[in-house]
């Protein structure tokens, strides 16, 4: 099993452009998680899937879409994409649904975004 | 508003020595808390979790300790081994919440 999976790696954009990270899991889970760490602030959620069809804002959702595409695929888009969103990208699953105590998440390796 | 503070950003230690890693947070309505641990260029992987329910919980070399009535969380790792040198998130979450709350993490050192 390949676990959770992402591209691209790293990419780098110009301020205003566009582009969709790809997040792909193969561990059958309901939940789908987007976060983003900066330095010195940790790993913050931008949006979450509790379960394919849904989808819910977290700490920092302004200037991100996403989409359940899926039970397996997760993605995030930077319709005009700003300097400020110049960060470490991660995707996660869990194999528990929204209400439990256990939220043991699975990352990614991450993607390298620079908005210059 | 950072809830899960970890204060200090590094630490290092003998190898075959305790390492002590720490974190506060300030909701009380945290009632699980996990450690991940991070390689560069990797995602964070989980490594214990422990339920405010216990004040404990041993797996191997880790052990988490609680204090609630402090708000306060500690990994214990022993022996240390060169192969932990990673960064340690402390994380907490309220029971039926999808947000998992990160600290900024401990970057530790063991030094063979």
């Known amino acids: 099993n390949a676990g959770v999976t992402q591209t691209p790696k790293f990419q780098v954009l110009k301020t205003g452009q566009s582009m969709t990270l790809q997040c792909a899991q193969d561990m059958n889970h309901n939940s789908m998680y987007w976060y983003r760490q900066d330095p010195g602030m940790g790993l913050r959620l931008i949006y979450y899937s509790a379960s394919e069809g849904t989808t819910d804002k977290g700490e920092v959702p302004n200037g991100y879409n996403v989409s359940r595409l899926n039970k397996r695929e997760f993605s995030l888009r930077l319709e005009s994409a700003a300097p400020s969103q110049t960060s470490v990208y991660f995707c996660?699953?869990?194999?528990?649904?929204?209400?439990?105590?256990?939220?043991?998440?699975?990352f990614g390796p991450g993607t390298r975004l620079t908005v210059l | 508003d950072q809830q899960v503070k970890q204060n200090s950003p590094s630490l290092s230690v003998q190898e075959g020595r305790i390492s002590i890693l720490n974190c506060d947070y300030t909701n009380s309505m945290f009632d699980y808390f996990l450690w991940y641990k991070k390689y560069p260029a990797e995602g964070p992987t989980f490594l214990i979790s422990?339920?405010?329910?216990?004040d404990k919980n041993e797996d191997g070399r880790f052990t988490v300790f609680l204090n609630k009535s402090a708000k306060h969380l500690s990994l214990h790792i022993v022996p240390s081994q060169p192969g932990d040198s990673a960064v340690y998130f402390c994380a907490a979450i309220k029971t039926g919440a999808n947000n998992l709350f990160f600290g900024t993490g401990t970057r530790l050192t063991v030094i063979p």
């Open positions: 996660a699953s869990s194999e528990v649904p929204s209400g439990s105590s256990y939220n043991e998440q699975f």
């Open positions: 422990i339920s405010s329910i216990k």
